[in-house]
């Protein structure tokens, strides 16, 4: 019986760790993009969070989760997100500008599905 307990045991803690290096791996691989390729929506929503405001949107500056886990871990409250204007739209869209606490900038541009790291 103590021989199983301990199997089980070794196959959580190898899952644990196989999950925690998966979840590394991903973070690592976040393409880049220079700013003066992203659309000229997120170039301006960048400038008005350099300047503080005002934001268009009532949501801009809530704090963003990071649920998809697709951008390096952190605390809560570590992220905020500020909504891009997508054209032709009637809700905020699918585009949004993410700032971490050190001034870090992700754009995405399908809802958080994926992200750029946006170099300035």
Known sequence: MRRIVSLVL???????????LLAQ???????TIDANELPSEARHTIALIKKGGPYPYKKDGVVFGN????????????????TVPTPGSRDRGARRIIVGKAGEIYYTGNHYASFNRVRE
Request: hydrophobic share 40%; glycine share 2%.
């Open 25 to 31: 791996t991903k973070q690592r691989s976040i393409p």
């Open 10 to 20: 070794l196959f959580l803690i190898a899952s644990l760790a196989t999950s925690s």
């Open 67 to 82: 649920f998809e886990r697709l951008l390096p871990l952190h605390e809560r409250g570590y992220y905020k997100e500020f």
